[in-house]
Each structure stands twice: as structure tokens, then as C-alpha cells.
């Protein structure tokens, strides 16, 4: 096995995307929040602005390495051909008991030490349903 990658039966695989995923993690918690109107910028100082935006950063790398790290637990690939239906059951049971609470209570926690009640009426909801949308994607990528 010198120099091949290890499967989901051996253990997580040999993914080296720590850099992409560091890189990738505060364009997407900007984006996320902004494009649902979690934050309303004007409210905020540079400096709130600043901490407000690493939050969202470390919300998004949180959110990635948590369903990285359950997903790589999973079963072995080949299951998708075997059991499609019990293997999407999964990855929906991650995201609903993982991805989602732990985003709403990051939201949360940054939501009510800050008082941005966000730009749009349903900003927070948005955000999870992007957030989710965003989970699937990277997951089947």
C-alpha cells in the first residue's frame, strides 16, 4: 500500500485539503451572511466588522471539518452503489443533527453578543438554508 491512498474501511482517507479549506472557509462564511443578509454592515465599526467576519470564518471551517470528519466515518464508497437510499439517509441525518445546530447556535451566540438582528426579516433561517446548500454541494464534491 506504499504511496496509495487509504479507503473509508481503513480509516479517513489521505485528503490533503486542509489549505483549500482554510482559504475556501472565510470567502464562504462573507459570502453566506452577506448574500442572506444575516449582517448588516453599517451597523457594525472596523473593528466589529473584522471580528465579525473571522466569527463567520471559523463558523464556515467548523461547519466544513465537522461533516468532513463524520463523513469520512461513513461507510466505504462502495455503499453508494449497494444502498444509495440508506447511505443519503446518513449524510441527511449528519447534516440535520450536526450542520444545523451548530451553525444556528454559532449564528446565535454571534447574534446576541453583537445585536445585529441582520438586514432582512428572515436573515437567520436564510443563512441555515444556505448553509445546508452549501454542505450538500461540498459534500458531493
Sequence with gaps: MDGERRTHGDGPPDVHDFWPRLLLSPILGAALTNLSGLIDNSRHSLLSLVGSYLWFALVAFLIWEGNRWLYFRLPRREDWLLRPWRRLRVLLAI?????????AALLWIWRTTTGDMGSRHLALPTTLVAIVAAVVVITHV
Design 95 to 103: 447534516i440535520v443533527l450536526y450542520t444545523i445546530p451548530v451553525s
